[in-house]
């Protein structure tokens, strides 16, 4: 499957890490793998924002200590942000990444693992800033998360490169997501620090 989705009437349209975290769970429908093609068709194929944020975690959790993963979501990351750029309204996926699956238990572990970090941080969470977050400033974290997944693949052998550079990429999305500038600009703190751990591994 490589076309765009139709989109769904039952959209879980998320607003918080929660309700994503929620929306992946919900993905499988009881089935014991779920692909990423369930996790778009649940979320939405124009609710751009919440499906990037998707591998950002997957980035930050431990599923992470796969070899590969890190690539593969740095991939998909890479293709959302894209098509945010350019300004399209529906995501397109090729076929390759859509069938890519993982085991319901394992996703549920995953989605364990976020429950109290995500309602630590749902928590502080608002609009603020919302200038920041709105159009067309979107395309420019979205750029910003187009380059940094496009290094990700270099960084899976740095330890923690990848998974701070995830995070930056996580609060971007988030930002956008919730419409909190203030979270943006905490991405770029993060962004600097990720530039820096990298500088000095290098040096």
């Known amino acids: 499957m490589s076309a765009p989705f139709a989109m769904m009437e039952d959209d879980c349209e998320p607003e918080s890490i929660e309700d994503v975290l929620d929306c992946v769970e919900q993905a499988g429908n009881g089935?014991?793998?779920?692909?990423?093609?369930?996790?778009?068709?649940?979320?939405?194929?124009?609710?751009?924002?919440?499906?990037?944020?998707?591998?950002?975690?997957?980035?930050?959790?431990p599923?992470?200590?796969?070899?590969?993963?890190?690539?593969?979501?740095?991939?998909?990351?890479?293709?959302?942000?894209?098509?945010?750029?350019?300004?399209?309204?529906?995501?397109w996926l090729p076929g390759f990444v859509l069938r890519r699956t993982v085991s319901s238990r394992r996703l549920d572990r995953t989605v364990g693992w976020f429950a109290r970090p995500a309602r630590f941080v749902d928590a502080m969470?608002?609009?603020?800033l919302t200038v920041l977050v709105d159009p067309p400033l979107t395309r420019v974290w979205a750029l910003l998360c187009l380059v940094l997944a496009l290094v990700i693949p270099a960084l899976e052998l740095v330890p923690m490169s990848a998974t701070v550079v995830a995070s930056a990429i996580a609060l971007f999305g988030l930002a956008m997501l919730a419409r909190d500038g203030l979270l943006a600009l905490l991405g770029l703190a993060v962004l600097g620090g990720a530039c820096w751990l990298v500088w000095n591994i290098a040096t």
């Not at 089935?31 to 998707?54: H, Q, Y």
């Not at 969470?125 to 603020?128: A, E, L, M, P, Q």
């Open 31 to 61: 089935d014991t793998r779920v692909s990423v093609a369930d996790i778009v068709e649940r979320i939405g194929d124009g609710a751009f924002a919440p499906l990037m944020l998707v591998p950002a975690l997957v980035m930050i959790s």
């Open 63 to 91: 599923l992470t200590a796969m070899f590969g993963v890190s690539t593969v979501c740095g991939l998909v990351v890479a293709l959302i942000a894209f098509q945010m750029v350019i300004g399209r309204e529906k995501l």
């Open 125 to 128: 969470t608002g609009k603020r």
